[in-house]
């Protein structure tokens, strides 16, 4: 099974170790899947699904409320987004896509991540509007209106591409297909995905970039402080043709040329 | 099947650890003992050799396992200097009987001892010795707990399962060397005194330089006798090969994984977290002509 | 003296190449008769202070013929016995080994008079000499003014093994009246090896005792040989 040849260094990751991730990130880093206004943070009782968090690690990620209006004259909306499971397949559909995103194309990780969202909306007491020439909210109540849980499957194909920035070489991934299923009407669905994509590609995704750096035959370290230091430089090539990363077969797979140098 | 693999090609193995071996650097000094007593002084490092992976073998004599075998590893001596300590007899100057008589000595005059010492000499005999060796090198993977960084390891140590050396070449001129140490010998014992004081203990004992020649007892094939001084008696590539294999099992891994892993690194802002770490159920590691693999599973 | 030379070569012998009797070195040995019975003390100095000190038992027949004194050795901190026989037969030979603190005098005596004392050779005591140095030496008796010219000569015979046999010199008072003494024979060619023995007059009022030194007047080194200055001083010819 030669891995390496023509290049120096393999590195390979199973979609094996995605549950494992996951399950992880859940026990030790909720707050990566939890993103809640503080209202809903301070509120246990009203999550969609419970949280457990270590000590010293917050449960949710803190976010703004959305706002009407630049004044404080109407309160804002709340909201919890809640990410529940996240499966992965490397080139190969494991996770079921939708019929729309059939099939996966190749070089892709398709993606499912499974969610539960609540919103909390203020509702205006007509009764307690005043004057409208003065300020007809400023007394106003609001009381608000804790929305039901809904849940849903978000589907994504993320493509994935390796890039050296100084010692250290990435492996980052970015969506370019998406869908939902079990949301109706189509426009809902449509407005709950790209919110979701939004959130997915700016703060999941980010999370997932990973460093192949550490995954290299350190020899630096090892090193007698007396030895002529010797440069070990990694630089990700593989044969002409084929795609570095390659993704494909429940594999992602990196290659990468080695260079010792003397001064 | 393993969650993360890793290989690494023989090529890159070569450049890696062959570089890796050039750094080691050793120094010590060694003797023997008895009458006469040998000792050396090396301080030497290695020059790669060939490096070739070798496969698992279950019907090998030597090692079933997968091993880098690294041959005509070059031992080059940066200083490699034979000591010699030899012990003068006491030799007698002087003595005799004043007045013999039929029943022994009436008055007997006592002699002035000389010598009874030791003397020592050096000489450096790196140009004449060259010397390789051949090592197999397992990597084996290994479970210990890092104290610096307070976190247990996976480590892929390299531990030298056999090694065998070349046989020593040693130059013809080695008889010239053994010269010059005698004659280093004979200065050490007599080099303070007069011309004239010299040539009276040459007469006493017979040529000092003959003395000591005696005494170290030289067969003529000095090629062979150096070589079994060498090889058997002093045997400096046996420590040689210990310190690689200290040097190896305790300053050098191969590759490193801190376990648990950490797959979501520490966050600093907006609030301190720390990283999301799994652990490290299996380390394995097969070799094969082409690569090194070496898989990890969570 | 050549302080280096004694870690290896453990002895001094090559580093004094002039001698005086009153001064015992490793390259002087006094052999002394015994005379009467008895118990006798003897000191030894160095650099004029008492170093050591030892008795010593003369003993009627049969006893030792003869007692080696070693004055640098003395084996226990006061004194130990050695036992000698009678007047008359026995003998002791008193020997510096170890000369590297500086040389020695020694005096043995009792009650009823001196048996040795070395800066009062007498007759009947005998002084054996080891000149190695090749050159020429020229021993006088500095009370009476007796000369012996010692040549060592290393290239005699050539090549070695050099003769080692002794050399007698016998230092006569030819006159007793007259207050001169005189060596026989005057001139001694020998090989470094040969220990030369000089036997002593016996004790009269004019020469009292005998002082011998030796002065070096002459240095062969290899085939050269070269006056020194006292040589020089004394216009001796090679």
New interface residues.
């Given amino acids: 099974?030669?891995?390496?040849?023509p290049?120096?260094?393999?590195?390979?990751?199973?979609d094996?170790?995605f549950p494992?991730?996951f399950a992880?990130?859940v026990s030790?880093?909720p707050?990566?899947l939890n993103y809640a206004t503080s209202y809903f943070a301070s509120n246990p009782q009203t999550w969609c699904q419970p949280i457990a968090s270590p000590t010293?690690?917050?449960p949710v990620t803190v976010v703004s409320p959305l706002q009407l209006t630049t004044d404080n004259s109407v309160p804002s909306v709340d909201l919890l987004i809640q990410i529940t499971n996240i499966a992965a397949g490397f080139g190969k559909d494991t996770v079921g896509l939708p019929p729309s995103m059939q099939p996966l194309p190749p070089q892709r990780i398709a993606l499912k991540i499974s969610f539960a969202a609540r919103f909390s909306i203020p509702k205006l007491d007509p009764s307690t509007i005043g004057c409208p020439d003065n300020n007809p909210f400023s007394k106003a109540s609001f009381p608000p209106h804790l929305c039901s849980c809904f849940t849903g499957d978000l589907f994504l194909t993320a493509a994935g591409d390796i890039m050296q920035c100084d010692s250290n070489m990435w492996i980052t991934f970015a969506l370019d297909q998406f869908d939902s299923t079990n949301i109706t009407p189509a426009g809902l669905q449509e407005t709950a995905n790209y919110f979701l994509a939004l959130l997915v590609d700016t703060k999941l995704l980010p999370?997932m970039w990973f460093?192949v750096a550490?995954?290299v035959?350190?020899?630096s370290k090892?090193?007698?402080a007396?030895?002529?230091i010797?440069t070990?430089t990694v630089t990700p090539s593989a044969p002409a043709g084929s795609p570095n990363p390659n993704i494909a077969s429940d594999l992602l797979e990196a290659r990468s040329?080695?260079?010792?140098t003397?001064p | 099947?393993?969650?993360?693999?890793?290989?690494?090609?023989a090529?890159?193995l070569e450049?890696?650890f062959g570089?890796?071996i050039e750094?080691f650097?050793f120094q010590f000094s060694k003797s023997t003992g008895g009458s006469v007593q040998f000792s050396i002084n090396v301080q030497c490092h290695f020059e790669r050799g060939q490096m070739t992976l070798m496969p698992p073998d279950p019907a090998s004599l030597i090692y079933q396992g997968g091993y880098f075998d690294l041959s005509d590893v070059v031992i080059k001596w940066d200083r490699l200097d034979l000591g010699v300590t030899v012990h003068i007899p006491?030799v007698n100057?002087?003595g005799?009987c004043?007045?013999p008589t039929p029943w022994g000595c009436?008055?007997?005059?006592?002699p002035?001892?000389?010598?009874?010492?030791d003397?020592t000499a050096t000489i450096p005999i790196d140009n004449i010795v060259d010397s390789r060796l051949d090592l197999g090198v397992a990597p084996v993977p290994t479970h210990v707990w890092n104290s610096d960084l307070q976190t247990y390891q996976w480590l892929l140590v390299p531990h030298v399962v056999w090694q065998e050396l070349q046989l020593l070449d040693i130059a013809d001129t080695v008889a010239d060397l053994i010269d010059g140490l005698i004659t280093n010998l004979v200065n050490?014992?007599?080099g303070?005194?007069?011309?004239?004081?010299k040539?009276?203990i040459d007469?006493?004992v017979g040529g000092l330089a003959n003395l000591i020649r005696g005494l170290l007892s030289l067969p003529t094939d000095l090629q062979a006798w150096l070589s079994n001084l060498l090889r058997v008696s002093l045997d400096p590539f046996d420590f040689i090969v210990q310190l690689v294999e200290n040097y190896f099992q305790n300053?050098?891994?191969?590759?490193?994984?801190n376990d648990p892993m950490a797959?979501?690194?520490k966050q600093t802002t907006p609030?301190a977290?720390?990283a999301?770490?799994?652990p490290i159920t299996n380390v394995s590691i097969d070799v094969?002509a082409?690569?090194v693999?070496i898989g990890v599973t969570? | 003296m050549?302080k280096?030379?004694i870690?290896?070569?453990?002895?001094n012998?090559?580093a004094t190449t002039e001698l005086d009797t009153s001064q015992l070195t490793?390259q002087i040995?006094l052999?002394v008769p015994t005379q009467k019975q008895g118990r006798y003390r003897g000191v030894i100095s160095l650099s004029g202070a008492t170093a050591a000190t030892f008795s010593l038992a003369v003993l009627p027949s049969p006893a030792e013929?003869?007692a080696?004194i070693?004055l640098s050795d003395i084996p226990s901190s006061d004194y130990t016995f050695n036992v000698v026989e009678m007047a008359g037969k026995g003998?002791l030979?008193i020997?510096v080994?170890d000369d590297t603190e500086g040389p020695r005098a020694v005096q043995v005596a009792n009650d009823s008079g001196l048996l040795v004392d070395n800066r009062q050779l007498t007759g009947n005591q005998?002084v054996?000499l080891?000149l190695?140095?090749?050159g020429v030496h020229q021993v006088t008796d500095l009370t009476g003014g007796g000369q012996c010219t010692i040549t060592v000569n290393?290239l005699l015979p050539s090549p070695?093994?050099?003769p080692?046999a002794?050399i007698t010199v016998a230092v006569q008072q030819p006159d007793p009246t007259k207050a001169a003494t005189q060596m026989v024979p005057s001139s001694v060619t020998k090989s470094?090896?040969q220990?030369l023995?000089f036997t002593l007059p016996a004790s009269t009022t004019t020469v009292p005792n005998i002082h011998l030194v030796t002065d070096l007047l002459a240095v062969?080194?290899?085939f050269r040989t070269e006056l020194t200055e006292k040589g020089r001083a004394r216009n001796f010819r090679i």
């Fill in positions: 099974m030669a891995l390496t040849p290049g120096d260094l393999y590195l390979g990751l199973n094996s170790i494992k991730v992880a990130i030790q880093r707050s990566l010293g690690t917050p999370q460093n550490p995954a035959i350190d020899l090892t090193l007698p007396s030895a002529p010797k070990i040329i080695l260079t010792v003397t | 099947m393993n969650d993360l693999t890793i290989a690494i090609s090529g890159a450049d890696t570089a890796l750094i650097s006491g100057v002087g005799f004043l007045l009436a008055i007997q005059i006592p002035t001892t000389l010598f009874d010492v003397i050490d014992a007599l303070f005194l007069p011309d004239w004081a040539d009276i007469e006493l300053d050098l891994s191969l590759y490193s994984l797959v979501l690194p609030v977290l720390p999301v770490t799994m094969d082409t690569e693999v969570s | 050549i280096p030379g870690s290896k070569l453990n002895s012998i090559f490793s040995v052999v013929p003869f080696i070693d003998n030979v020997h080994s005998q054996i080891n190695y140095r090749p290393q070695p093994p050099w080692t002794q470094p090896l220990p023995v062969t080194d290899r």
